[in-house]
T-cell receptor, first 114, second 114 residues
Framework: DVKVTQSSRYLVKRTGEKVFLECVQD?????MFWYRQDPGLGLRLIYF???????EKGDIPEGYSVSREKKERFSLILESASTNQTSMYLC?????????????FGQGTRLTVV | AQSVTQLDSHVSVSEGTPVLLRCNYS??????LFWYVQHPNKGLQLLLK??????LVKGINGFEAEFKKSETSFHLTKPSAHMSDAAEYFCVVRPLPGAQKLVFGQGTRLTINP
């Protein structure tokens, strides 16, 4: 069974801390994504990566960075956490965009910044 | 720009009655369309997908959706709601055949009344 695993379900961090959210997939997918989910806004793309060490900004990259050193792992980094980054974060992976290719999602990390 | 609009932020039905969740998209091309479901504190799970093979698409848990190009719609239906259907539902579009990124609607929260 395909699997995308996020390292934490719940995190509480202090303002100004550097925060790492980790995501691992076991499907040998080239593409990996980080989304942020907020009520009424759906999912918004923060960054995605289409290959090792390759990344592209999504719709809301400000305040975030990413790292992809290995194909199976994609990390989201909050350089200096702020309260407006309190949210649910979802990682996803997929194969390159053929028409019938869906994305597979992790369970999500609910981050609270205090 | 390609986009997807879910026409209802919240739908409430009684158990055993039909479910209709509405979705309209805008795309210059024939898009790929998906419906995902998210149960509380869970990741997103694929319900069904349309990729031009057939306009009526059947998914898991008795859900189906019909692609209507003339109306640019992809509404999700189920003949008889079950309590376990209570969740958030997302309509998603891959606007171009080779596009890496998916575009999400804002979500519809489905409540089932006993």
């Amino acid at each position: 069974d395909v699997k995308v695993t996020q390292s934490s379900r719940y995190l509480v961090k202090r303002t100004g801390e550097k925060v790492f959210l980790e995501c691992v997939q076991d499907m040998d997918h080239e593409n990996m994504f980080w989304y942020r989910q907020d009520p009424g806004l759906g999912l918004r793309l923060i960054y995605f990566s289409y290959d090792v060490k390759m990344k592209e900004k999504g719709d809301i990259p400000e305040g975030y960075s990413v790292s992809r050193e290995k194909k199976e792992r994609f990390s989201l980094i909050l350089e200096s956490a702020s309260t407006n980054q309190t949210s649910m974060y979802l990682c996803a992976s997929s194969t390159p965009g053929q028409a019938n290719t869906e994305a597979f999602f992790g369970q999500g990390t609910r981050l609270t910044v205090v | 720009a390609q986009s997807v609009t879910q026409l209802d932020s919240h739908v409430s039905v009684s158990e055993g009655t039909p479910v209709l969740l509405r979705c309209n998209y805008s795309s210059s091309y024939s898009p790929s369309l998906f419906w995902y479901v998210q149960h509380p504190n869970k990741g997103l799970q694929l319900l069904l997908k349309y990729t031009s093979a057939a306009t009526l698409v059947k998914g898991i848990n008795g859900f189906e959706a019909e692609f209507k190009k003339s109306e640019t719609s992809f509404h999700l239906t189920k003949p008889s709601a079950h309590m376990s259907d209570a969740a958030e539902y997302f309509c998603v579009v891959r606007p171009l055949p080779g596009a890496q990124k998916l575009v999400f609607g804002q979500g519809t929260r489905l409540t089932i009344n006993p």
